[in-house]
């Protein structure tokens, strides 16, 4: 009888399961914690997301399918604001050529802001004396406020008292001197370089890290082939950097259709024509302005899904493209 007593086997509780090729078990108190910690880290940012993003997004879906009146929701008409706003003249004229704009300035980014930075970038890369103080300087507008920039721009574009054309005065080049931001001619253009002096700095840094991470074997191996500069950005630098293009054309897309306040704080929402973009437009419409006092809500709204849906669309179609294209590369 001792013996067969001996002999018995009390299993101790599952967490306490130890050896070769076992497990321990988490005890339930750290399995809670756990999940009460990741509650913790989640349900605030998603609270956070869905009120500032999805609600506003929902709401504009819903108030774009009634007409308004000012500000008061009156009936349902279903998509005939959506009609007004692509197919009514002159909302359908003045949709066309806010889009147009817009269309402007993505190309425009692309070419001059991406295009500097992808140089200023390989550039810096060569990492010579001193080239800290210049990724700094480099980026150091990104970081500032736009309403700062804009502000500071608008003193320095001015047609009286701004320092560009008082610069261009004391080289005897005052016949140079344009009202910059008052004429349809320069004020497209004037916002748009404006806007590359302030956001060069960021995708100089993307390319910058996406070139530093291209292996050195590489770039000695073909210097040493006889490769040019030319051949080098061609043919390693580039297709090595495909996900970093990547990033900054959807960036550069969302960005140009949603832009906003740089254009509202230089040209305001009375300033020339040729200033108009989707974005002012949308304002403008659901809004009101000073100079006029017409405000529609339901059309706003209407424009305001269109603008999303176009956005979303189209970052979707880029992303499989451009990543299609880094497989092949």
């Not at 609270?47 to 308004?68: C, G, H, M, N």
Request: hydrophobic share 50%.
């Amino acid at each position: 009888m001792a013996t067969s007593r001996r002999s018995e086997h009390k299993p101790g509780p599952p967490y306490q399961e130890s050896g070769p090729g076992l497990r321990r078990r988490p005890r339930p108190n750290a399995r809670h914690h756990r999940i009460a910690w990741l509650c913790f880290l989640l349900i605030p940012p998603a609270l956070f997301f869905s009120t500032f993003v999805i609600l506003p997004i929902l709401s504009a879906f819903w108030y774009s399918v009634y007409d308004w009146d000012g500000l008061r929701r009156t009936e349902y008409i279903g998509l005939q604001n959506f009609r007004t706003v692509l197919f009514t003249p002159p909302y359908s004229t003045t949709t066309y050529t806010a889009f147009g704009h817009n269309v402007i300035v993505f190309l425009t980014l692309m070419v001059v802001q991406n295009g500097t930075a992808f140089f200023l970038a390989y550039f810096l890369s060569k990492q010579f004396r001193g080239f800290r103080f210049h990724q700094v300087v480099v980026f150091l507008p990104v970081i500032l406020s736009t309403i700062i920039i804009g502000v500071q721009w608008k003193l320095l574009l001015n047609p009286l008292f701004g320092a560009f054309n008082m610069a261009l005065s004391a080289l005897n080049l005052s016949h140079l001197a344009q009202p910059w931001l008052g004429q349809e001619s320069t004020a497209l253009p004037a916002l748009m370089l404006v806007n590359t002096w302030h956001w060069v700095g960021f995708p100089t840094l993307v390319f910058l890290a996406a070139i530093q991470r291209i292996p050195t074997e590489l770039i000695e191996a073909a210097r040493l082939d006889g490769a040019s500069e030319g051949v080098l950005l061609r043919r390693i630098v580039w297709p090595l950097i495909a996900p970093a293009v990547t990033i900054i054309v959807i960036l550069t897309f969302i960005g140009a259709f949603n832009w906003f306040e740089l254009p509202y704080i230089m040209a305001g929402l009375d300033g020339p024509y040729g200033t108009d973009v989707l974005g002012l437009y949308f304002y403008r419409t659901a809004f009101g302005n000073v100079g006029s006092s017409f405000q529609n809500f339901g059309l706003g709204s209407a424009l305001a899904v269109l603008m999303f849906l176009f956005i979303l669309i189209c970052s979707v179609i880029l992303t499989r493209i451009l990543r299609r294209r880094e497989t092949e590369l």
